[in-house]
Protein backbone atom coordinates (compact mmCIF):
# COMPACT_ATOMS: atom_id res chain seq x y z
CA UNK A 1 0.00 0.00 0.00
CA UNK A 2 1.22 3.32 -1.08
CA UNK A 3 0.11 6.41 1.11
CA UNK A 4 0.63 9.84 -0.45
CA UNK A 5 0.42 12.17 2.65
CA UNK A 6 0.30 16.02 2.49
CA UNK A 7 0.40 19.05 4.11
CA UNK A 8 -0.27 22.78 3.53
CA UNK A 9 1.78 25.87 3.20
CA UNK A 10 1.04 29.47 4.45
CA UNK A 11 -2.44 31.07 3.40
CA UNK A 12 -4.42 34.53 4.17
CA UNK A 13 -3.30 35.06 7.94
CA UNK A 14 -2.56 31.44 8.60
CA UNK A 15 1.33 32.05 8.33
CA UNK A 16 2.43 29.04 10.28
CA UNK A 17 0.02 26.21 8.98
CA UNK A 18 -0.04 23.49 11.87
CA UNK A 19 -0.28 20.86 8.57
CA UNK A 20 3.27 21.92 7.51
CA UNK A 21 4.83 20.96 11.46
CA UNK A 22 2.78 17.89 11.07
CA UNK A 23 4.21 17.24 7.27
CA UNK A 24 7.82 17.96 8.90
CA UNK A 25 7.69 15.58 11.30
CA UNK A 26 6.35 12.30 9.57
CA UNK A 27 8.46 12.45 6.59
CA UNK A 28 10.23 9.76 8.28
CA UNK A 29 7.39 7.23 9.53
CA UNK A 30 7.63 4.26 7.98
CA UNK A 31 3.95 4.47 7.40
CA UNK A 32 4.02 7.36 4.91
CA UNK A 33 5.25 6.93 1.22
CA UNK A 34 5.51 10.22 0.03
CA UNK A 35 5.35 13.43 2.43
CA UNK A 36 4.71 16.68 0.76
CA UNK A 37 4.27 19.66 1.62
CA UNK A 38 1.68 21.57 -0.64
CA UNK A 39 1.38 25.51 -1.78
CA UNK A 40 -1.79 26.49 -1.03
CA UNK A 41 -2.94 26.93 -4.83
CA UNK A 42 -5.07 24.69 -7.05
CA UNK A 43 -2.14 25.37 -9.38
CA UNK A 44 0.70 24.45 -7.56
CA UNK A 45 -1.09 21.87 -5.90
CA UNK A 46 -1.49 19.51 -8.89
CA UNK A 47 1.98 20.39 -10.60
CA UNK A 48 3.01 18.31 -7.39
CA UNK A 49 0.90 15.66 -7.31
CA UNK A 50 -0.42 15.13 -10.90
CA UNK A 51 2.74 12.70 -10.97
CA UNK A 52 1.79 10.55 -8.52
CA UNK A 53 -2.07 10.73 -9.55
CA UNK A 54 -1.33 9.89 -12.85
CA UNK A 55 0.90 6.80 -11.54
CA UNK A 56 -1.99 5.57 -9.64
CA UNK A 57 -4.32 5.68 -12.94
CA UNK A 58 -1.62 3.84 -15.07
CA UNK A 59 -0.94 0.96 -12.27
CA UNK A 60 -3.68 0.39 -10.83
CA UNK A 61 -1.77 -0.31 -7.63
CA UNK A 62 -3.27 -0.09 -4.01
CA UNK A 63 -2.70 3.46 -3.06
CA UNK A 64 -4.28 6.41 -0.54
CA UNK A 65 -3.90 9.91 -0.81
CA UNK A 66 -4.08 11.69 2.39
CA UNK A 67 -4.70 15.14 2.64
CA UNK A 68 -3.78 17.55 5.95
CA UNK A 69 -5.39 21.05 6.05
CA UNK A 70 -6.08 23.25 8.71
CA UNK A 71 -9.69 24.88 10.35
CA UNK A 72 -8.94 27.22 12.14
CA UNK A 73 -12.30 26.73 13.78
CA UNK A 74 -12.34 23.45 14.72
CA UNK A 75 -11.35 22.36 18.23
CA UNK A 76 -10.82 18.39 16.90
CA UNK A 77 -9.96 16.86 14.12
CA UNK A 78 -12.11 15.77 11.30
CA UNK A 79 -12.06 12.97 9.27
CA UNK A 80 -14.30 14.16 6.13
CA UNK A 81 -16.33 11.99 4.22
CA UNK A 82 -16.91 14.24 1.08
CA UNK A 83 -15.29 16.10 -1.52
CA UNK A 84 -17.64 18.65 -3.40
CA UNK A 85 -17.31 19.64 -7.51
CA UNK A 86 -17.43 23.72 -6.04
CA UNK A 87 -14.79 26.09 -5.96
CA UNK A 88 -15.87 29.33 -4.43
CA UNK A 89 -12.88 30.51 -2.92
CA UNK A 90 -13.75 32.96 -0.02
CA UNK A 91 -10.06 34.62 -0.32
CA UNK A 92 -7.54 34.44 -3.59
CA UNK A 93 -5.26 31.35 -3.35
CA UNK A 94 -1.40 31.71 -3.29
CA UNK A 95 -0.76 31.91 -6.76
CA UNK A 96 -4.24 34.74 -7.27
CA UNK A 97 -7.06 32.60 -8.39
CA UNK A 98 -10.84 33.17 -6.85
CA UNK A 99 -12.93 31.55 -8.46
CA UNK A 100 -16.66 32.07 -7.64
CA UNK A 101 -18.99 29.01 -7.44
CA UNK A 102 -17.04 27.33 -10.59
CA UNK A 103 -17.21 23.48 -11.02
CA UNK A 104 -13.77 21.99 -10.38
CA UNK A 105 -14.07 19.05 -13.17
CA UNK A 106 -16.25 19.54 -15.75
CA UNK A 107 -19.55 16.91 -15.80
CA UNK A 108 -18.26 15.62 -12.75
CA UNK A 109 -20.50 14.46 -9.99
CA UNK A 110 -21.80 17.03 -7.62
CA UNK A 111 -20.03 15.21 -4.65
CA UNK A 112 -17.86 12.11 -4.07
CA UNK A 113 -17.99 10.12 -0.75
CA UNK A 114 -14.62 8.58 0.34
CA UNK A 115 -14.52 4.57 0.31
CA UNK A 116 -12.59 4.47 3.25
CA UNK A 117 -14.35 3.26 6.65
CA UNK A 118 -14.52 6.22 8.87
CA UNK A 119 -16.91 5.20 11.11
CA UNK A 120 -14.34 2.38 12.35
CA UNK A 121 -11.06 5.09 12.28
CA UNK A 122 -12.86 7.38 14.32
CA UNK A 123 -13.96 4.53 17.06
CA UNK A 124 -10.46 3.46 17.04
CA UNK A 125 -8.91 7.04 16.90
CA UNK A 126 -10.55 7.68 20.33
CA UNK A 127 -11.75 11.61 21.65
CA UNK A 128 -10.34 13.96 19.35
CA UNK A 129 -11.99 13.11 16.14
CA UNK A 130 -14.98 13.19 14.43
CA UNK A 131 -16.33 13.09 10.89
CA UNK A 132 -17.40 15.58 8.87
CA UNK A 133 -19.11 16.60 5.96
CA UNK A 134 -17.97 20.16 5.51
CA UNK A 135 -14.46 20.94 4.02
CA UNK A 136 -15.70 24.22 3.09
CA UNK A 137 -15.13 24.92 -0.71
CA UNK A 138 -11.89 26.74 -1.04
CA UNK A 139 -8.29 24.84 -1.76
CA UNK A 140 -9.06 22.15 0.88
CA UNK A 141 -11.56 20.76 -0.79
CA UNK A 142 -9.86 21.37 -4.28
CA UNK A 143 -7.90 18.88 -3.75
CA UNK A 144 -9.80 16.76 -1.90
CA UNK A 145 -12.07 16.23 -4.36
CA UNK A 146 -9.46 16.27 -7.63
CA UNK A 147 -7.96 13.33 -5.18
CA UNK A 148 -11.16 11.47 -5.16
CA UNK A 149 -11.67 11.94 -8.62
CA UNK A 150 -8.72 10.37 -9.78
CA UNK A 151 -8.80 7.22 -6.99
CA UNK A 152 -12.70 6.64 -7.75
CA UNK A 153 -11.41 4.61 -10.47
CA UNK A 154 -10.17 1.93 -8.88
CA UNK A 155 -11.62 -0.03 -5.89
CA UNK A 156 -8.15 -0.21 -4.30
CA UNK A 157 -7.53 3.45 -4.55
CA UNK A 158 -8.81 5.82 -1.97
CA UNK A 159 -8.59 8.97 -0.77
CA UNK A 160 -9.26 11.20 2.51
CA UNK A 161 -9.00 14.86 3.64
CA UNK A 162 -7.99 15.56 7.36
CA UNK A 163 -8.87 18.76 9.01
CA UNK A 164 -6.56 19.69 11.85
CA UNK A 165 -7.47 22.51 14.15
CA UNK A 166 -4.56 25.27 15.45
CA UNK A 167 -1.99 23.64 17.97
CA UNK A 168 -3.65 26.34 20.69
CA UNK A 169 -6.31 24.32 20.60
CA UNK A 170 -5.31 20.87 20.34
CA UNK A 171 -1.30 20.40 20.89
CA UNK A 172 0.84 19.33 18.30
CA UNK A 173 2.01 16.03 20.07
CA UNK A 174 -1.73 14.96 20.45
CA UNK A 175 -2.53 15.70 16.71
CA UNK A 176 1.13 13.73 15.54
CA UNK A 177 0.01 11.21 17.54
CA UNK A 178 -3.53 10.59 16.06
CA UNK A 179 -2.29 11.05 12.87
CA UNK A 180 0.09 8.40 13.29
CA UNK A 181 -2.37 6.13 14.49
CA UNK A 182 -4.52 6.62 11.40
CA UNK A 183 -1.71 6.09 9.38
CA UNK A 184 -1.33 2.32 10.93
CA UNK A 185 -4.62 1.85 10.07
CA UNK A 186 -4.34 2.25 6.36
CA UNK A 187 -1.74 -0.08 6.60
CA UNK A 188 -3.50 -3.04 8.24
CA UNK A 189 -0.89 -6.28 7.67
CA UNK A 190 -1.95 -9.87 9.43
CA UNK A 191 1.50 -11.82 9.15
CA UNK A 192 0.92 -15.59 9.65
CA UNK A 193 2.99 -18.57 9.79
CA UNK A 194 2.72 -22.57 10.68
CA UNK A 195 4.24 -24.58 12.81
CA UNK A 196 5.20 -28.46 12.58
CA UNK A 197 4.42 -30.85 9.97
CA UNK A 198 5.63 -34.31 9.16
CA UNK A 199 9.56 -33.89 9.19
CA UNK A 200 9.61 -29.94 9.81
CA UNK A 201 9.92 -30.32 13.65
CA UNK A 202 11.26 -26.10 13.37
CA UNK A 203 9.60 -24.28 10.76
CA UNK A 204 11.31 -21.30 10.18
CA UNK A 205 7.97 -19.38 9.41
CA UNK A 206 7.22 -19.63 12.98
CA UNK A 207 11.08 -18.20 13.95
CA UNK A 208 10.07 -15.29 11.07
CA UNK A 209 6.52 -14.31 12.67
CA UNK A 210 8.22 -14.44 16.30
CA UNK A 211 10.93 -12.21 14.93
CA UNK A 212 8.81 -9.41 13.32
CA UNK A 213 6.15 -9.52 16.10
CA UNK A 214 6.77 -5.91 16.48
CA UNK A 215 7.67 -4.79 13.36
CA UNK A 216 5.57 -1.39 13.14
CA UNK A 217 4.07 -2.41 9.59
CA UNK A 218 2.96 -5.67 11.22
CA UNK A 219 -0.43 -5.31 12.99
CA UNK A 220 -1.63 -8.66 14.17
CA UNK A 221 0.35 -11.96 14.34
CA UNK A 222 -0.60 -15.78 14.10
CA UNK A 223 1.66 -19.21 14.26
CA UNK A 224 -1.25 -21.21 12.97
CA UNK A 225 -1.29 -25.24 13.49
CA UNK A 226 -0.93 -26.78 10.25
CA UNK A 227 -4.24 -28.35 9.11
CA UNK A 228 -6.88 -27.12 7.55
CA UNK A 229 -9.51 -26.76 10.66
CA UNK A 230 -6.86 -24.81 12.48
CA UNK A 231 -6.21 -22.56 10.34
CA UNK A 232 -10.09 -21.38 9.87
CA UNK A 233 -10.72 -21.03 13.01
CA UNK A 234 -7.96 -18.35 13.60
CA UNK A 235 -8.34 -16.49 10.15
CA UNK A 236 -12.14 -16.77 9.58
CA UNK A 237 -12.53 -14.15 12.58
CA UNK A 238 -10.00 -11.97 11.17
CA UNK A 239 -11.51 -12.10 7.50
CA UNK A 240 -15.03 -11.44 8.81
CA UNK A 241 -13.21 -8.57 10.55
CA UNK A 242 -11.48 -6.97 7.56
CA UNK A 243 -14.99 -7.27 5.92
CA UNK A 244 -17.02 -5.88 8.05
CA UNK A 245 -14.61 -2.97 9.05
CA UNK A 246 -13.79 -2.21 5.25
CA UNK A 247 -10.22 -1.09 6.54
CA UNK A 248 -7.34 -1.90 3.91
CA UNK A 249 -5.72 -5.15 5.00
CA UNK A 250 -2.94 -7.31 3.44
CA UNK A 251 -3.41 -10.96 4.76
CA UNK A 252 0.64 -12.20 4.66
CA UNK A 253 1.01 -15.60 4.92
CA UNK A 254 4.60 -17.84 5.43
CA UNK A 255 5.39 -21.08 4.83
CA UNK A 256 8.17 -23.53 3.87
CA UNK A 257 9.20 -25.29 0.96
CA UNK A 258 11.86 -27.31 1.97
CA UNK A 259 13.47 -27.64 -1.81
CA UNK A 260 13.57 -24.37 -2.61
CA UNK A 261 16.89 -22.41 -2.55
CA UNK A 262 15.23 -18.94 -2.59
CA UNK A 263 12.30 -17.14 -1.31
CA UNK A 264 9.26 -17.30 -3.66
CA UNK A 265 6.36 -15.21 -3.66
CA UNK A 266 3.32 -16.98 -4.91
CA UNK A 267 1.36 -15.18 -7.59
CA UNK A 268 -2.23 -17.56 -7.54
CA UNK A 269 -3.75 -20.22 -5.13
CA UNK A 270 -5.64 -23.31 -6.40
CA UNK A 271 -9.62 -24.35 -6.04
CA UNK A 272 -7.90 -27.72 -5.09
CA UNK A 273 -6.63 -29.90 -1.81
CA UNK A 274 -5.06 -32.64 -3.19
CA UNK A 275 -2.01 -33.24 0.19
CA UNK A 276 0.48 -35.74 -0.23
CA UNK A 277 0.70 -36.59 3.90
CA UNK A 278 -2.37 -35.67 6.57
CA UNK A 279 -2.65 -32.37 7.68
CA UNK A 280 -1.68 -32.22 11.96
CA UNK A 281 -5.59 -33.07 12.13
CA UNK A 282 -5.07 -35.98 9.67
CA UNK A 283 -7.07 -34.70 7.15
CA UNK A 284 -5.71 -36.16 3.78
CA UNK A 285 -8.10 -34.98 0.57
CA UNK A 286 -6.95 -36.34 -2.54
CA UNK A 287 -8.29 -34.02 -5.72
CA UNK A 288 -10.38 -32.20 -3.27
CA UNK A 289 -12.00 -29.11 -4.55
CA UNK A 290 -11.47 -27.05 -1.60
CA UNK A 291 -14.95 -24.14 -2.44
CA UNK A 292 -17.71 -25.03 -5.02
CA UNK A 293 -18.43 -22.29 -7.36
CA UNK A 294 -15.07 -20.73 -7.13
CA UNK A 295 -12.94 -20.24 -9.98
CA UNK A 296 -9.98 -22.91 -10.56
CA UNK A 297 -7.40 -20.38 -9.85
CA UNK A 298 -6.96 -16.70 -8.46
CA UNK A 299 -4.15 -14.81 -8.53
CA UNK A 300 -2.95 -11.83 -5.83
CA UNK A 301 -3.73 -8.09 -6.49
CA UNK A 302 -0.63 -7.62 -5.65
CA UNK A 303 1.95 -6.33 -7.77
CA UNK A 304 4.54 -9.61 -7.07
CA UNK A 305 6.90 -9.21 -9.60
CA UNK A 306 7.75 -5.56 -8.80
CA UNK A 307 7.94 -6.48 -5.53
CA UNK A 308 10.46 -9.49 -6.43
CA UNK A 309 12.48 -6.98 -8.77
CA UNK A 310 13.07 -4.53 -5.77
CA UNK A 311 13.68 -6.65 -3.28
CA UNK A 312 16.56 -8.06 -5.31
CA UNK A 313 18.39 -11.76 -5.24
CA UNK A 314 17.48 -14.92 -3.40
CA UNK A 315 13.67 -14.18 -4.40
CA UNK A 316 11.46 -15.21 -7.08
CA UNK A 317 7.77 -15.55 -8.66
CA UNK A 318 6.33 -18.28 -8.49
CA UNK A 319 2.70 -20.07 -9.82
CA UNK A 320 3.17 -23.08 -7.74
CA UNK A 321 2.42 -23.09 -3.98
CA UNK A 322 1.54 -26.67 -3.90
CA UNK A 323 -1.51 -28.73 -3.37
CA UNK A 324 -1.06 -28.70 0.55
CA UNK A 325 -2.24 -26.44 3.95
CA UNK A 326 -0.13 -23.99 2.31
CA UNK A 327 -1.91 -23.31 -1.41
CA UNK A 328 -5.17 -23.89 1.07
CA UNK A 329 -5.01 -20.87 3.36
CA UNK A 330 -3.67 -18.68 0.53
CA UNK A 331 -6.95 -19.87 -1.68
CA UNK A 332 -9.37 -19.04 1.60
CA UNK A 333 -7.57 -15.85 2.13
CA UNK A 334 -8.14 -14.75 -1.54
CA UNK A 335 -11.70 -15.71 -1.82
CA UNK A 336 -12.13 -13.89 1.54
CA UNK A 337 -10.57 -10.84 0.10
CA UNK A 338 -11.48 -10.48 -3.17
CA UNK A 339 -13.86 -7.88 -2.75
CA UNK A 340 -12.79 -6.28 0.07
CA UNK A 341 -9.31 -5.41 1.87
CA UNK A 342 -6.81 -5.72 -0.62
CA UNK A 343 -8.68 -6.87 -3.57
CA UNK A 344 -7.49 -10.13 -4.29
CA UNK A 345 -8.65 -10.64 -8.07
CA UNK A 346 -9.63 -13.54 -9.70
CA UNK A 347 -7.98 -14.97 -13.02
CA UNK A 348 -9.06 -17.97 -15.44
CA UNK A 349 -6.28 -19.73 -16.20
CA UNK A 350 -5.84 -23.24 -17.34
CA UNK A 351 -5.22 -25.79 -14.61
CA UNK A 352 -7.64 -28.35 -14.84
CA UNK A 353 -9.88 -28.19 -17.37
CA UNK A 354 -13.14 -25.88 -17.81
CA UNK A 355 -11.89 -22.51 -18.53
CA UNK A 356 -12.33 -19.37 -20.07
CA UNK A 357 -11.98 -20.42 -24.17
CA UNK A 358 -9.27 -17.29 -24.18
CA UNK A 359 -7.15 -18.66 -22.04
CA UNK A 360 -6.50 -21.97 -24.04
CA UNK A 361 -6.19 -19.55 -27.58
CA UNK A 362 -3.15 -17.66 -25.45
CA UNK A 363 -1.47 -20.93 -24.64
CA UNK A 364 -2.00 -22.32 -28.12
CA UNK A 365 -0.70 -18.67 -29.50
CA UNK A 366 2.79 -18.92 -26.89
CA UNK A 367 5.20 -20.15 -29.68
CA UNK A 368 3.68 -17.48 -32.26
CA UNK A 369 3.72 -14.08 -30.15
CA UNK A 370 5.91 -12.17 -28.50
CA UNK A 371 4.35 -11.88 -25.30
CA UNK A 372 1.24 -14.00 -23.54
CA UNK A 373 -0.75 -12.33 -20.56
CA UNK A 374 -3.93 -13.94 -19.30
CA UNK A 375 -5.66 -11.15 -17.42
CA UNK A 376 -7.98 -10.61 -14.80
CA UNK A 377 -11.48 -10.38 -15.52
CA UNK A 378 -11.27 -6.54 -13.69
CA UNK A 379 -11.27 -2.85 -14.48
CA UNK A 380 -8.29 -2.44 -11.96
CA UNK A 381 -6.45 -5.91 -12.79
CA UNK A 382 -6.14 -4.94 -16.27
CA UNK A 383 -4.52 -1.78 -15.89
CA UNK A 384 -2.11 -3.50 -13.15
CA UNK A 385 -0.72 -6.26 -15.72
CA UNK A 386 -1.07 -3.92 -18.41
CA UNK A 387 0.37 -0.53 -16.95
CA UNK A 388 3.99 -1.93 -17.62
CA UNK A 389 3.25 -3.17 -21.00
CA UNK A 390 2.36 -0.27 -22.72
CA UNK A 391 5.51 1.64 -21.02
CA UNK A 392 7.77 -1.11 -22.68
CA UNK A 393 6.72 -0.28 -25.67
CA UNK A 394 6.91 3.07 -26.02
CA UNK A 395 10.66 2.68 -24.98
CA UNK A 396 11.25 -0.04 -28.04
CA UNK A 397 11.51 1.31 -30.96
CA UNK A 398 10.19 -1.63 -33.28
CA UNK A 399 6.68 -2.01 -34.16
CA UNK A 400 4.30 -3.65 -31.39
CA UNK A 401 0.92 -4.78 -31.79
CA UNK A 402 -1.36 -4.88 -28.87
CA UNK A 403 -4.08 -8.05 -29.64
CA UNK A 404 -6.19 -8.45 -26.93
CA UNK A 405 -8.94 -11.84 -27.08
CA UNK A 406 -12.19 -11.51 -25.19
CA UNK A 407 -15.17 -13.78 -25.22
CA UNK A 408 -18.74 -12.67 -26.35
CA UNK A 409 -20.99 -15.80 -25.53
CA UNK A 410 -23.59 -14.58 -27.86
CA UNK A 411 -21.82 -14.13 -31.08
CA UNK A 412 -21.52 -16.79 -33.82
CA UNK A 413 -18.36 -15.74 -35.41
CA UNK A 414 -15.12 -14.07 -34.73
CA UNK A 415 -15.50 -9.98 -33.91
CA UNK A 416 -13.08 -7.73 -34.99
CA UNK A 417 -13.79 -5.06 -33.14
CA UNK A 418 -12.92 -1.34 -35.10
CA UNK A 419 -13.56 0.91 -31.93
CA UNK A 420 -13.76 0.86 -27.79
CA UNK A 421 -15.65 3.82 -25.88
CA UNK A 422 -15.14 6.02 -22.95
CA UNK A 423 -18.02 4.31 -20.66
CA UNK A 424 -17.71 1.67 -18.55
CA UNK A 425 -20.99 0.19 -17.52
CA UNK A 426 -20.69 -3.23 -16.55
CA UNK A 427 -23.79 -5.70 -16.36
CA UNK A 428 -22.63 -7.65 -13.77
CA UNK A 429 -19.80 -7.21 -11.14
CA UNK A 430 -16.11 -7.54 -12.82
CA UNK A 431 -13.84 -9.99 -10.46
CA UNK A 432 -12.64 -7.31 -8.24
CA UNK A 433 -16.73 -6.69 -7.24
CA UNK A 434 -16.47 -3.70 -9.03
CA UNK A 435 -19.69 -2.44 -11.23
CA UNK A 436 -19.60 0.81 -12.64
CA UNK A 437 -22.84 2.13 -14.23
CA UNK A 438 -22.67 4.94 -17.33
CA UNK A 439 -19.07 5.77 -15.80
CA UNK A 440 -16.66 7.46 -17.71
CA UNK A 441 -13.32 5.32 -18.14
CA UNK A 442 -10.80 8.50 -18.69
CA UNK A 443 -12.36 12.32 -17.60
CA UNK A 444 -11.28 14.33 -20.39
CA UNK A 445 -10.70 11.69 -23.10
CA UNK A 446 -12.17 11.16 -26.51
CA UNK A 447 -15.48 9.63 -26.56
CA UNK A 448 -14.72 6.92 -29.07
CA UNK A 449 -11.55 5.47 -30.37
CA UNK A 450 -10.86 3.51 -33.53
CA UNK A 451 -8.43 1.32 -33.94
CA UNK A 452 -5.85 2.34 -37.03
CA UNK A 453 -5.22 -1.32 -38.27
CA UNK A 454 -7.46 -2.19 -41.41
CA UNK A 455 -9.99 -4.51 -39.85
CA UNK A 456 -12.30 -4.73 -42.66
CA UNK A 457 -9.33 -5.73 -44.83
CA UNK A 458 -8.16 -8.49 -41.84
CA UNK A 459 -11.82 -9.37 -42.15
CA UNK A 460 -12.22 -9.73 -45.37
CA UNK A 461 -8.54 -11.64 -45.40
CA UNK A 462 -10.01 -14.19 -42.98
CA UNK A 463 -13.19 -15.33 -44.14
CA UNK A 464 -16.48 -15.92 -43.79
CA UNK A 465 -16.41 -16.46 -40.25
CA UNK A 466 -15.08 -13.42 -39.45
CA UNK A 467 -16.96 -10.20 -39.30
CA UNK A 468 -15.93 -6.15 -38.32
CA UNK A 469 -17.55 -4.93 -34.96
CA UNK A 470 -18.31 -1.86 -33.47
CA UNK A 471 -20.03 -3.28 -30.44
CA UNK A 472 -17.38 -4.28 -28.15
CA UNK A 473 -19.53 -3.71 -25.20
CA UNK A 474 -19.53 -1.81 -21.50
CA UNK A 475 -17.73 -4.59 -19.78
CA UNK A 476 -13.68 -5.02 -18.97
CA UNK A 477 -13.43 -6.32 -22.74
CA UNK A 478 -14.01 -2.51 -23.72
CA UNK A 479 -12.55 -0.64 -20.96
CA UNK A 480 -8.97 -2.74 -21.77
CA UNK A 481 -9.42 -2.19 -25.56
CA UNK A 482 -10.04 1.36 -24.88
CA UNK A 483 -7.33 2.03 -22.32
CA UNK A 484 -4.76 0.96 -24.70
CA UNK A 485 -6.02 2.73 -27.44
CA UNK A 486 -6.38 5.75 -25.25
CA UNK A 487 -2.11 4.87 -24.50
CA UNK A 488 -1.25 4.24 -27.95
CA UNK A 489 -3.14 6.91 -29.64
CA UNK A 490 0.13 9.59 -29.79
CA UNK A 491 1.98 6.54 -30.72
CA UNK A 492 3.52 5.97 -34.17
CA UNK A 493 4.74 2.55 -33.83
CA UNK A 494 2.34 0.93 -31.65
CA UNK A 495 -1.10 -0.78 -32.80
CA UNK A 496 -3.99 -2.06 -30.58
CA UNK A 497 -7.17 -4.52 -31.93
CA UNK A 498 -9.86 -6.19 -29.91
CA UNK A 499 -10.90 -9.55 -30.81
CA UNK A 500 -14.10 -10.91 -29.64
CA UNK A 501 -14.20 -14.84 -29.80
CA UNK A 502 -17.21 -17.03 -29.62
CA UNK A 503 -17.98 -19.97 -26.77
CA UNK A 504 -16.02 -23.39 -28.53
CA UNK A 505 -19.13 -25.16 -28.87
CA UNK A 506 -19.95 -22.35 -31.74
CA UNK A 507 -16.35 -22.99 -33.53
CA UNK A 508 -14.11 -25.33 -32.26
CA UNK A 509 -10.85 -24.33 -30.46
CA UNK A 510 -9.18 -25.23 -33.90
CA UNK A 511 -10.93 -23.27 -35.60
CA UNK A 512 -10.52 -20.37 -33.79
Known amino acids: MKIILTGFGKFGNIVENPTTKLAEQLKDDSNATVVHILEVSAEGLQETLRPYWEEAENSGNDTIFVHMGVNNGATEINLEQFGYNVADFRIPDERGWEPDNEPIVLDGP?????????ESFVEKLGVNTKISTDPGRYICNYVYYKSLTMTSKHDNQHALFVHVPMFEVLGQDEQLKIIKQLLVLLHQVILTGFGK???ILENPTTTLVELL?????VTETRVIETSAVALKQVLQPLWEEAQATGEPTLFFHLGVDDSAEEVHFEKCAYNLADFCIPDEAGWEPQEQVILEGEPEVIYTALPIQELVEAIGMDCATSTDPGYYVCNYTYFLSLVNTRKHCTKQVGLWKIRHGGCHPTALLVKELEL???EIHVLPVSGSGVRTTMAPLWAQADKRSEVTTFLHLGVNQEADCIRLEASAYNVADFPIPDEHGWQPHDQ??????????STTLQVHKLAQELGERCIVSTDPGRFVCNCLYYLTLDHISNAKHEYALFVHVPSFDVISEEDQ
Not at 110 to 118: A, E, F, G, R, V
Not at 213 to 217: E, G, I, L, T, Y
Not at 440 to 449: E, F, N, P, R, T
Open 213 to 217: KDDPF
Open 197 to 199: FYN
Open 440 to 449: IILQGHDDVI
Open 110 to 118: DNIMTTLPL
Open 368 to 370: EVA
